[in-house]
């Protein structure tokens, strides 16, 4: 069965320093994968996704995730946060024929000044 | 220009009354979803029409029946109202299902609705 996973309830983080968001998946062939951010009281908007090539990806915002097929992990990075990228982050998967997006549980990002 | 478009933004309303919840896209998309999202901010999936067929139906009471009257549109109708319906629910598109499995969901504002 696909599944994904947030094993973090909660980041926080110092404004100014790297900020990791995790997720990890189970699928079927190869994965198609997103990140969507949720900012408060608005709809989920489309950051970044991992279709083929290279595994570094590169998004929105300034964020950029890393496939790891070996440990079937699609990491949510950042160099540098800021205030502003407090939101609720999701992590999505779809296998192959398959049309279904599985969502994560969601990753709720602080960042204090 | 609004792209995925929801009313309404709000919904307040008794249980055992009926609602419904439009839904409208601007994007020449095929696929239209409804999602909930509960009060944990966690997002299921309802239902997703292609090109006015349904082509996913979760596990969801018949109480929900969603309508298309056309590719743009995906209405979503709620008999006998419940409290635990109370959510905020999202619609969404993204271009032709087939041969996009890679394709990006376009969310709307998100309805939120209080069952008393």
């Known amino acids: 069965a696909q599944s994904v996973a947030q094993p973090e309830d909660q980041v926080n983080v110092a404004e100014g320093n790297p900020l990791t968001v995790k997720c990890t998946y189970s699928?079927?062939?190869?994965?198609?994968l997103f990140w969507y951010v949720q900012y408060p009281n608005r709809g989920l908007q489309f950051l970044l996704k991992?279709?083929?090539?290279d595994n570094l990806v590169k998004g929105s915002y300034g964020f950029e995730a890393e496939f790891n097929k070996s440990q079937t992990s699609f990491h949510l990075k950042k160099p540098s946060a800021l205030v502003s990228d407090s939101a609720l982050y999701f992590c999505?998967?779809?296998?192959?024929?398959?049309?279904?997006?599985?969502w994560g549980a969601g990753t709720k990002l602080i960042i204090k000044p | 220009d609004t792209a995925v478009s929801q009313t309404p933004k709000y919904l307040v309303t008794q249980m055992g009354n009926d609602k419904s919840i439009k839904c409208e896209q601007n994007l020449g998309h095929d696929t239209m979803y409804w999602y909930k999202q509960d009060s944990k901010k966690f997002l299921k999936i309802m239902f997703s029409y292609n090109n006015k067929e349904l082509i996913i139906n979760e596990t969801v009471p018949n109480r929900f029946s969603p309508k298309s009257p056309d590719k743009a549109h995906l209405n979503l109708h709620i008999n006998s109202l419940e409290l635990g319906d109370s959510a905020v629910y999202f619609c969404a598109s993204s271009p032709e299902i087939e041969d996009s499995l890679g394709e990006t969901q376009y969310f709307g504002p998100g309805t939120r609705l209080l069952v008393l």
């Open positions: 999505a998967v779809r296998g192959y024929s398959n049309y279904q997006l599985i």
């Open positions: 991992y279709i083929t090539g």
């Open positions: 699928v079927s062939g190869n994965p198609y």
